[in-house]
């Protein structure tokens, strides 16, 4: 198709979005020709995008209901005196503290709060990346990157920069300056606060770098403390003033107990009891060791989950789980226990026996006699001895598992109630060195925990053939990452272990492991957001490259796979010409990432697809490249987000034979756990709760209307509108969307379609754009349907105001 009768078919497809009428008040007109064919909607566009970020798998969708099985998180942060820790392993230094890199670590002084003042210090950067510095006007902060309100000013060494930023559970940049400085040495930052204005000031120079006063929304006072990104940090000579006045300013702490963080120890006031992580571990860097000295009562560990959330448990649910357990002087008996939050109940309980000086895997079962949404679980010894703790874990059972996979089956239900059709697996967790296919099979007990991009204690017990298994039980198409970096002759197993007969070498393993016959693998993405870092040649040569190695490792071994590119798109980068001449005519598709919190976020959509589009014919005129929309991503998950997809699948409909889906992500969110920023899950969940946030459903309402045929249809007025029909013309189906603040009058004209029938069947998604469901209210925004009369072929309607609304019209 060429560029010319593309851009035709937008046009008579009406794209006026958004053009306002010039007088106000004036009723809107859609103009609908059915007979006029224009091009066919992808069959899987109804997609999500998971990742484990947020705790979409490990903590969520995957049915390990404790968190840490590995043990291999250590012992918690010192606490120092006066002082919050938030996250990392922060330590002293002469004259400051230290913190290892990860997903933004904060240290945040307890008082005073402070309206007017300043704080700085010497700020080193050993590795010289990341970044790292102080947050002023602190309020609300929790574990997460972004979690919390406030200012930034950090040092950026990479960049050589200074960035100003603001956060309310989320990131706004407010300035950025590049300033030279040393990227491993030391260098002085210093805030000066007044109210919402700040003044910042690099190496002890009079002249500021940042001279800010924040007039939107400011904040105007707060505590002050320190955080990175992802930065190995130090700092010295921190020195803090309220009001002019001095604040006292010192790191005192005690040595925190020997337990791994995400675990508590559990001991009788009467018992000698004292607990170590050892590096002896049946897998991984370490484990747990119970020391019971003397005395008496009980001496051991508890679970509550995800960031001790507790554990959801209905009476006479069934638990079954494993522990490996390794005794030095020990003979046992170990308890392992369901328990209410502080212990004081025991819902079910099981001793373990046979204990060794060898590593051993002992089974449990455990069922639960009452319900309580926030249990925990707990091992624990009542005599003298050593015991050494690994690999634990607590699954449930039968209908708690989704179509015997180990999926929690309240959120797989979800997914599939939803409507998707196809899901993609991939995100920035596959750029980790680590992430390689191998180490996610064979028992997951034995798959070795890795230092994730999101999460610095991975595990790998979810992994590719787990999600491919998901995707065939749950019957929709799937799509997975992989690391660009994997070897040829890996990538060829994997291929063979995914989709070979039973009778080759992988695949006869991948039968051994429960799955004698072949995956239904169709999709394999090569990369995820390759080369975001910079428009560099040389990396975007290199990623060409490898894209070429594993796609001819993947289709000497099975030709009928389509091979997705993920290059990161720069429409105005020379270097999109480069890649696309040496991959084309091998990759199927490019992986096009789009923004969706603005409720409007398809124009922008609409027009990348079409620029897009004109370059390939551009660069090959028989060009069969198309493209994926893997991730539509943003902060959001309210009905502006729920709007902003909506006008995305509109524009992907219009240009429905060069998209092959939209995965809107994230799919899924642990309410309340958003430790990365991406604040925008489809659906949420608690331990014992699942439900839809407004995105949810207005993909779910476009799933269920979905019909192959794009017809001619043009507007005049502030809507959004696609239709389309099946190929017997029995239905026709509108897809409108307002996102303005006021109902829409709208009159309708349709031709070529029989309208003997009045009854119209509406969907009807709409509400306040900051509105979400909560699990007091879970469904407070949720799809509202009815059936109207309207009768003839010029027939009136009124769209209410932020609404997505589908108007089905039968023969």
């Not at 920069?161 to 590049?178: M, P, T």
């Not at 210093?190 to 940042?210: M, S």
């Not at 926030?374 to 874990?393: C, H, T």
């Amino acid at each position: 198709m060429t560029k010319n009768i593309s851009r035709q078919l937008i046009a008579q497809c009406g794209f006026t979005l958004l053009a306002t009428l010039a007088a106000s008040g004036q009723t809107a007109r859609i103009t609908i020709d059915a007979a006029k064919v224009l091009n066919k909607i992808p069959a899987n566009l109804y997609g999500t995008c998971i990742e484990d970020v947020n705790h979409e798998i490990y903590g969520g969708l995957y049915d390990q209901r404790l968190y840490g099985d590995s043990f291999e998180e250590p012992a918690p942060s010192r606490q120092f005196k006066g002082w919050r820790t938030i996250k990392g392993e922060w330590g002293t230094i002469p004259g400051g503290v230290s913190v290892n890199a990860g997903e933004g670590y904060k240290l945040i002084k307890e008082t005073p709060v402070i309206q007017d003042g300043s704080i700085e210090a010497d700020i080193a950067f050993p590795k010289g990346s990341g970044v790292a510095g102080f947050i002023t006007h602190v309020n609300n902060a929790g574990p997460g990157a972004d979690n919390f309100d406030g200012y930034e000013i950090s040092l950026a060494p990479e960049r050589q920069a200074i960035v100003l930023g603001k956060h309310r559970k989320n990131f706004q940049s407010l300035k950025e300056v590049k300033v030279k400085f040393d990227k491993t040495g030391w260098t002085h930052l210093r805030v000066d606060i007044r109210g919402a204005h700040l003044t910042i000031y690099v190496n002890n120079e009079t002249k500021p770098v940042i001279d800010f006063t924040d007039t939107n929304n400011p904040l105007e006072a707060g505590s002050v403390g320190l955080r990175t990104f992802f930065a190995d940090a130090q700092f010295r000579g921190i020195k803090i003033k309220s009001d002019a006045v001095d604040v006292p300013v010192e790191f005192i702490s005690s040595k925190p107990l020997q337990v791994s963080s995400v675990w508590d120890a559990v001991s009788a006031p009467s018992a000698k009891v004292n607990f170590s992580l050892a590096d002896d571990a049946f897998n991984g860097k370490q484990a747990q060791v119970i020391e019971y000295l003397g005395g008496t009562g009980k001496a051991g560990l508890a679970n509550n989950g995800l960031n001790r959330w507790g554990i959801g448990v209905r009476r006479g649910q069934k638990f079954q789980g494993y522990i490996y357990l390794k005794a030095d002087q020990f003979k046992g008996p170990v308890t392992v226990a369901l328990q209410n939050a502080a212990g004081t109940k025991t819902y079910a309980t099981q001793q373990l026996s046979g204990l060794s000086s060898n590593w051993k895997k002992h089974a449990f079962n455990l069922t639960a006699n009452t319900t309580d949404g926030k249990a925990r679980f707990a091992v624990y010894i009542q005599n003298k001895g050593k015991l050494m703790l690994d690999q634990a874990v607590l699954m449930s059972t039968g209908k708690d598992q989704f179509k015997g996979l180990p999926l929690r089956a309240d959120i797989a239900n979800k997914m599939v109630e939803q409507g998707l059709n196809f899901v993609r697996y991939g995100g920035t967790m596959v750029n980790v060195p680590d992430y390689k296919w191998k180490n996610m099979v064979g028992p997951t007990e034995t798959r070795p925990p890795y230092k994730g991009h999101w999460y610095p204690y991975s595990s790998n017990k979810f992994g590719i053939n787990e999600f491919v298994a998901f995707c065939e039980a749950a019957g929709v198409e799937s799509a997975f990452a992989i690391n660009v970096e994997e070897t040829p002759q890996d990538v060829t197993d994997m291929v063979e272990y995914l989709t070979g007969d039973a009778t080759t070498t992988w695949g006869k393993k991948r039968a051994a492991a429960g799955h004698p016959k072949p995956y239904p693998v169709k999709y394999i993405e090569l990369g995820n957001e390759e080369v975001i870092w910079g428009d560099n040649p040389k990396d975007y040569v290199h990623y060409a490259e490898r894209f070429n190695i594993l796609y001819d490792a993947i289709h000497a071994k099975d030709p009928s796979i389509k091979v997705i590119c993920a290059a990161w798109w720069r429409p105005k980068s020379s270097n999109m010409e480069v890649v696309f001449k040496a991959i084309n005519g091998k990759a199927d598709y490019w992986d096009l990432h789009t923004d969706a919190d603005e409720a409007n976020a398809g124009a922008l959509v609409d027009k990348n697809l079409q620029n897009m589009r004109d370059l390939f014919l551009k660069w090959d005129p028989n060009t069969k490249m198309r493209i994926a929309i893997f991730e539509e991503n943003g902060g959001l998950h309210d009905q502006q987000r729920a709007l902003g997809h909506a006008t995305t699948l509109n524009a992907v409909r219009r240009h429905g034979d060069f998209v092959l889906t939209s995965c809107a992500a994230n799919g899924l969110q642990a309410l309340g756990q958003n430790d990365n920023g991406w604040d925008q899950g489809q659906i949420f969940f608690t331990p014992s709760q699942v439900w839809g946030m407004p995105p949810f459903y207005s993909g779910q309402m476009a799933a269920k209307a979905h019909q192959p045929l794009l017809v001619s249809s043009t507007t005049k007025g502030d809507l959004d509108v696609t239709v389309t029909r099946d190929e017997n013309s029995s239905e026709l189906i509108m897809h409108i969307i307002n996102i303005k603040e006021d109902e829409v009058k709208t009159n309708i004209d349709i031709k070529g379609f029989d309208r003997s029938n009045p009854a119209v069947k509406v969907a009807t998604l709409a509400g306040d754009l900051k509105a979400r469901n909560t699990p007091e209210q879970p469904t407070r925004t949720s799809t509202k349907e009815t059936t109207v009369q309207l009768t003839g072929n010029n027939v009136k309607y009124s769209f209410p105001a932020h609404s997505y609304t589908i108007l089905r019209f039968k023969k």
